[in-house]
């Protein structure tokens, strides 16, 4: 429906594809301690956050309409997007809405752990406008860089993902209702 939803199914793809895989330690990556189990086969994190983003789709599609059961969900990650909007198309624009505002958020979220930082110098800051938020890892947040744009505090303003990807998708369905 927007033009991010492929972003989002091909982030969580290159999730599972490359950051589930086997580290491969070599000589040289200094002493430790001999092992006495083998580690994982793969990036056990990674699959637990892919593990959470899934379920919180499937429990968000689940939840938005009671009336007609969204059956069972797909065994492929990528797929589950494409399986909320299926299942909730029927929905009003608000649960919609909704909807998008979940897999933009996830959409962000996969490309920061796949390290593009950089996603979120593409939204204005919600307080005043100015483009530029800088990723602060810390605190898991995007930061104003606009030295007049302060909280109570005195502090730049900084942002959640969810409070961006509500403000990308609401600007997207203002553009899309006034258009027709």
């Known amino acids: 429906m927007l033009g991010d939803d492929n972003t989002t ?8 594809a490359e950051f589930t ?16 189990t083998s580690p994982a086969p793969l990036n ?8 959470a983003a899934v379920n919180e789709v499937v429990e968000h599609t689940r939840a938005a309409d009671w009336s007609t059961p969204a059956g069972p969900a797909p065994t492929d990650a990528s797929r589950v997007y494409d399986w909320a909007r299926q299942h909730t198309a029927h ?16 959409g962000l979220e996969h490309a920061i752990e796949l390290g593009d930082t950089s996603v979120v110098r593409k939204h204005p800051c919600p307080g ?36 961006l990807a509500h403000h990308h ?6 553009t899309k209702s006034s258009a027709t």
């Open 169 to 174: 998708v609401a600007r997207q369905f203002a």
């Open 44 to 51: 056990i994190n990674v699959l637990d956050r892919i593990h």
């Open 128 to 163: 005043c406008g100015c483009y530029g938020l800088a990723w602060r890892p810390a605190r898991q947040r995007a930061a104003c860089p606009n030295r007049y744009c302060l909280d109570d505090d005195g502090l730049s303003r900084s942002w959640q993902l969810a409070t």
């Open 91 to 106: 929905l009003d624009e608000g649960h919609q809405q909704a909807r998008e505002t979940l897999i933009y958020r996830q």
């Open 9 to 16: 199914e091909h982030r969580l793809r290159l999730l599972q």
């Open 21 to 36: 895989q086997f580290e491969r330690r070599g000589p040289g990556d200094g002493r430790t301690a001999t092992r006495t």
